[in-house]
Nanobody, 113 residues
Framework: QVQLVESGGGLVQPGGSLRLSCKAS????????MAWYRQAPGKERELVAS???????NYADSVKGRFTISRDNAKNTVYLQMNSLKAEDTAVYYC???????WGQGTQVTVSS
């Protein structure tokens, strides 16, 4: 059974940090491009960051320099370190894989004072 399980969301003040984790099961993790997406209320889901099995990364312009995606292939886990968080980062964050394409259940990130 293919499954992606996210964790690490929560409420944080502007300027704060959070680290999201996504543990995969049922897939050949190392061959997968893993990605984080987010969806804010009333907006479309957007790509935040992606990482290949070899560690090549790609980021949305809005998070460059603040967010870092990484992966541990031995643990079948992908991470998203989020620093200098802003109110506009508030959204449900989803983890996804490509082979097959599977989505996690999402984790809420709220940035508010």
């Amino acid at each position: 059974q293919v499954q992606l399980v996210e964790s690490g969301g929560g409420l944080v003040q502007p300027g704060g940090s959070l680290r999201l984790s996504c543990k995969a099961s049922g897939i050949i993790f190392v061959i997968n491009i893993m990605a984080w997406y987010r969806q804010a209320p009333g907006k479309e889901r957007e790509l935040v960051a992606s990482i290949t099995g070899g560690g090549y990364t790609n980021y949305a312009d809005s998070v460059k320099g603040r967010f870092t995606i990484s992966r541990d292939n031995a643990k079948n886990t992908v991470y998203l370190q989020m620093n200098s968080l802003k109110a506009e980062d508030t959204a449900v964050y989803y983890c996804s894989s490509t082979k097959p394409q599977v989505w996690g259940q999402g984790t809420q990130v709220t940035v508010s004072s």
